[in-house]
């Protein structure tokens, strides 16, 4: 490993969603800083998503601050446009970004965070770990009783019904995933669906809006996490959007219980049932990954301690974590309102740090060739008003 790189102010651990946003404001305070990002391209999570997914929001609530979604109104944008929206927003604002840097290690020093790659370290007086939620697929330990001969992919695996085996398969997982997976398979072969908690589910469009006009109008999206709707909110789980069980019945769809065991060929469900098997798609959502995270008093239980992303050791920060404030906190343009505020701690910070910095530059922060300031579609203070994420079971 190289000698460590000259201290930064701000290390950003991520350059997906949240660390662009993060890197937007950044700029503006005038700090210098850079985004780490483990993908050889920015939006590769976007990209390794199935071809058919779409985002839930109309491209009106898609935008990171600064710069509104290259989109028309009322469509509702595929993986690749937001991946290529991602790459755009960097190169608009000509934002630091380390491709192809996957942080390995995170460690305290006296001044401040040193930070491990492959063949170089980073230090930092601050870092704001912004690589979401999505980290580490997550499949039910009795998958390894199938046998060798069953397919079994996870869903961020999953691309399109051509690149499985032809024959019945069955989707494990209730969450949105899982029912557009399945919605989509049943066009072309036999599907069941196990699922183990039925979530309420929503239209796609309410009373001729949109349902995220509504959400948005509402401020739903907006409850903060700790309130008493917000617990609720929290409790009552995740939402079937522009799906429902009807929906996938009268499509075709098989519904079953809970899965509870697998051997050979056979799984069994929670019912008693049991059925042959050829293909599984493991909708089963993602775990977050910490293991490279070495800070005391960062982690309790395996999650992360914070107050609105701001942890109890100074100068290390999270963004884009699920309902780090509120419902939006994880959604392509709701990300920017906890952006704003865990940067404007990360400055107020730096100002008692000793170290060179430069100054705040308003100009940075407007897309190159523009003499214009934020779009319309941000306010003063550079957030959005609207967003979408990455979902899964």
Do not use: C, K
Request: net charge positive.
């Amino acid at each position: 490993m190289t000698a460590p790189v000259e201290p930064f102010d701000v290390v950003v651990v991520g350059g997906g969603q949240a660390g662009l946003a993060a890197a937007w404001h950044l700029r503006r305070h005038g700090l210098r800083f850079v985004v780490l990002e483990a993908a050889g391209e920015l939006g590769h999570t976007w990209r390794t998503r199935w071809d058919s997914l779409r985002l839930f929001t109309p491209a009106e609530h898609d935008a990171l601050p600064g710069l509104p979604f290259p989109a028309p109104p009322g469509t509702y944008p595929g993986t690749e446009a937001v991946a290529e929206y991602l790459r755009h927003y960097a190169d608009a604002f000509d934002l630091p970004v380390e491709l192809g840097t996957r942080v390995t290690g995170l460690h305290r020093t006296d001044a401040g965070f040193r930070l491990s790659t492959a063949d170089r370290a980073f230090t930092a007086r601050q870092v704001i770990v912004a690589t979401g939620p999505f980290q580490t697929p997550f499949v039910p330990p009795l998958a390894a009783g199938l046998d060798a001969s069953v397919t079994q992919l996870h869903s961020h695996a999953y691309r399109s019904p051509d690149a499985l085996p032809d024959g019945p398969a069955l989707v494990v997982g209730g969450g949105n995933s899982g029912f557009q997976i399945a919605e989509e398979l049943a066009r072309t072969r036999p599907v069941e669906l196990s699922v183990g908690s039925a979530y309420p589910s929503l239209p796609e469009r309410l009373l001729g809006r949109d349902l995220f006009w509504w959400l948005t109008r509402s401020r739903l999206m907006r409850v903060p996490a700790g309130s008493r709707l917000g617990r609720r909110m929290q409790a009552r789980g995740e939402f079937l959007i522009g799906t429902s069980r009807r929906g996938l019945q009268r499509a075709g769809v098989r519904f079953r219980p809970r899965l509870t065991g697998a051997a050979g060929h056979t799984v069994r469900f929670a019912d008693g049932s049991s059925r042959e098997v050829g293909v599984v798609v493991w909708a089963t959502g993602h775990r977050p990954d910490h293991s490279w995270i070495d800070v005391p008093g960062v982690l309790r239980d395996d999650r992360i301690a914070h107050s609105r992303g701001v942890t109890e050791v100074r100068g290390l920060y999270f963004l884009g974590l699920p309902w780090q404030h509120t419902r939006g906190s994880a959604l392509l343009g709701f990300v920017a309102d906890d952006a704003a505020h865990v940067t404007h701690a990360v400055a107020a910070n730096s100002a008692l740090v000793p170290g060179p910095r430069g100054a705040p530059d308003a100009q940075a922060a407007r897309p190159r060739g523009s003499t214009l300031g934020a779009s319309p579609s941000t306010t003063e203070e550079g957030r959005s008003s609207a967003g979408q994420r990455l979902t899964d079971a």
